[in-house]
């Protein structure tokens, strides 16, 4: 991902040039912020990547920042880093989606392994953000009774079956089929459950 940026928080100066330094040498595209108000004064929400950020910061710290992102819909993934994380503190930034809890002083090849996890982890998320949505929008392109078509046959049902339940002659089934699968760009009944998969919530 050409345009993935590596944002970095930290309110230690040295810590913060050491970083840039270090990632920018990895070939990371980096963007550095001394607090966490500063970067959210300056963030902009959709930009791809991921967030590397001190865990204790004066004013505002990392799992505040962690919490507020998650509330304003920002899923870039998270890295924390810190020089006296305790234990319950791991455990809650990992329940809350971070990648990983690494602690100073860092160790540079782990620090680098868990941005490229976490960059992975934006692109594969945001592929499947994308896919939802052009999912969602072929769906709606559809009529009432195509809809109803395609509830048959996703849920395994023949033809006659959905004629039967629909109250009218198999061959008109297989017209409404036809242009429910052109309209939603699938060529076996295989892809299209696999769509409708993605449009459904995930269970709980």
Same mark, same amino acid.
């Given at each position: 991902m050409d345009s993935a940026q590596v944002t970095v928080i930290d309110d230690d100066c040295l810590v913060l040039r050491a970083l840039d330094r270090l990632l920018r040498s990895a070939g990371f595209a980096v963007q550095t912020f001394?607090?966490? =108000?500063? %970067? +959210?004064? =300056?963030?902009? $929400?959709?930009?791809p990547g991921c967030v590397v950020m001190d865990l204790s910061m $004066?004013? %505002?710290s990392g799992l505040e920042l962690q919490h507020a992102l998650a509330e304003a819909d920002d899923c870039r993934p998270v890295v924390f880093i810190s020089g006296n994380g305790s234990v319950p503190s791991s455990v809650e930034a990992m329940?809350?989606?971070a990648v990983d809890f690494l602690t100073k002083p860092l160790d540079e090849a782990? +620090?680098?392994g868990a941005i490229r996890i976490a960059l992975d982890k934006d692109r594969s998320a945001r592929e499947q953000r994308a896919e939802q949505t052009s999912v969602t929008e072929r769906l709606c392109a559809l009529t009432p009774r195509e809809r109803e078509v395609l509830a048959g046959?996703?849920?395994?049902?023949?033809?006659? =079956?959905?004629?039967? &339940? +629909?109250?009218t002659a198999e061959?008109?089934?297989k017209v409404h089929r036809a242009r429910m699968m052109r309209k939603m760009l699938v060529d076996s009944v295989a &892809? +299209?459950?696999?769509?409708?998969?993605?449009?459904q919530p995930p269970q709980q």
């Open positions: 001394s607090s966490a =108000q500063d %970067f +959210l004064s =300056q963030r902009t $929400p959709g930009v $004066p004013g %505002f329940k809350a989606g782990k +620090l680098i046959v996703v849920s395994g049902k023949l033809n006659k =079956q959905i004629a039967a &339940e +629909l109250g061959k008109t089934i &892809e +299209l459950v696999r769509l409708w998969t993605v449009t």
